[in-house]
């Protein structure tokens, strides 16, 4: 079964760095993109950006350029989403998704990750 | 960047009930068009792609048209698995971006 399996929920206070993560299983991990999504309480989904774990190619949108990092390590399987610095403005829930190319419809969807930032 | 409006935003409904749902680009964007559904709680799940190709598994009382700007979800009869947050996404280039979402709630 192909699976993508985020780490637990995290809790900050604003500054504070943060680093999660994104497990693919069920599937050649370095032939796929893996996307992270956005979701705000009470909005909608944004993309933030792609990685191709074979090369670490990564693409960001352009309202997430410099205000995260995405990054991959293909030995163990697993996609990354940091911060540095964190915002009360990035608390929401953060999804990890597979893409077969880096401009393609996502599937499947990891569990979600939510990141509270609140002092 | 591409704009995608849906609408309505939301809609009340019934078991058995024909719904549709629109999504429409800010420009022209082919087929390239995919819809997801949210339950509360839950990551999206894949529906459709290339406007209206159904992903595997999906039940055939769903199904995608449109091409171009204008693009509709149809549930041909609603289930009670199917009370959910419908969402459209186009992958013609970067960035990409997905429809503020429909809501879809019992009667």
């Known amino acids: 079964e192909v699976q993508l399996v985020q780490s637990g929920a995290e809790v900050k206070e604003p500054g504070e760095s943060v680093k999660i993560s994104c497990k693919g299983s069920g599937y050649g991990f370095t032939s796929y993109w893996i996307a992270w999504v956005r979701h705000m309480p009470g909005k909608g989904l944004e993309w933030m950006g792609i990685?191709?774990?074979?090369?670490?190619?990564?693409r960001y949108s352009p309202s997430f350029q410099g205000q995260v990092t995405i990054s991959a390590d293909k030995s163990i399987s697993t996609a990354y989403l940091q911060w540095t610095s964190l915002k009360a403005s990035d608390t929401a829930i953060y999804y990890c998704?597979?893409?077969?190319?880096?401009?393609?419809?996502?599937?499947?969807w990891g569990q979600g990750t939510l990141v509270t930032v609140s002092s | 960047a591409i704009q995608l409006t849906q609408f309505p935003s939301s809609l009340s409904a019934s078991v058995g009930d024909r719904v549709t749902i629109t999504c429409r680009a800010s420009q022209g964007i082919s087929s390239a068009l995919a819809w997801y559904q949210q339950r509360p709680g839950k990551a999206p799940k894949f529906l459709i792609y290339d406007a209206s190709s159904l992903a595997s598994g999906v039940p055939s009382r769903f199904s995608g048209s449109g091409s171009g700007t204008d693009f509709t979800l149809t549930i041909s009869s609603l289930q009670p698995e199917d009370f959910a947050t419908y969402f459209c996404?186009?992958?013609?280039?970067?960035?990409?971006?997905f429809g503020g979402g429909t809501k879809v709630e019992i009667k």
């Open positions: 998704a597979r893409a077969y190319s880096n401009v393609d419809w996502f599937d499947p």
């Open positions: 996404q186009h992958f013609t280039n970067h960035p990409l971006t």
């Open positions: 990685i191709y774990p074979a090369d670490s190619h990564t």
